[in-house]
């Protein structure tokens, strides 16, 4: 079966799936994105990714290119045609295709779109949980509107390959301060001594996370003592727990930070039980 893939209003195969190479995505890396967990079929958190979605667009002054409806049907549709049970679903917005100048077009341009669907393998993804994984730490180097969900990612690439040159799975950026702000891709977490669950409040310098959001519900409602509050390195390492989130990763224990262990090196149990109760409060559609 031919992958598919969603351009600017046409389903194509992927292989012959193209961009103008004049995009501002392109050029400037001038747009936003969006990953979606599917699973069953089903889109999770839909709602939640459309508002962080507009929300980014508004940020940069990028027009919504359809009608959130026109955009489900859409994602849906590539979700289908690509028989997508359990994988992602990335969506992509740029200001649009215009001659190279680093001010706005003007007249305004239709903004570009681009969807595609992939498969993931969950038997993997839960033998990697039971494991747990480890992160190392890279000091903070991005904009500081990392709020917005931008595809301006190479920090994060360079970051993350950094991780895989030393074994690991993930980085983790620390500020001049010393404090944990996020993941290159994911939110960080830790379990203090004491039964704390612990993540850096959701202001301009980490993203605001759809499964954070989610874990947060969990969390208030199992009545977890929650503290929204940067956390340094050393307390990171101190830790009994520690763990990261994100929509292809959904709750992943990490058990070694900067080659150190964490707890009894092993994925803790709060992490674990966290990770099953996330699907009870998630929304599919």
Known sequence: MSRIAYVNGRYVRRSQASV???DRGYQFADGVYEVCEVRGGQLVDERRHMERLVRSLTELRIALPMSLTALSVVLHEVVRRNRVMDGIVYLQVTRGVARR???FPAPEVPPSVVVTANRLDVGRAEALAGEGI???TVPENRWDRVDIKSIALLPNVLAKQQAREQGARE?????RDGKVTEGSSSNAWIVTRDGKVVTRQADHG???GITRTV?????KAKGLDLEERPFTVAEALAAREAFLT??????MPVVRIDGHPIGNGAPGLLSTALRREFRRYSEVS
């Open 215 to 219: 874990l947060l519900d969990a969390i």
């Open 134 to 136: 480890a992160v190392i």
């Open 206 to 208: 980490i993203l605001r």
């Open 20 to 22: 103008n190479i004049e």
């Open 246 to 251: 994100s929509a292809s990763q959904i709750v």
């Open 171 to 175: 980085a983790w950026y620390v500020g």
């Open 101 to 103: 100048d680093h001010a």
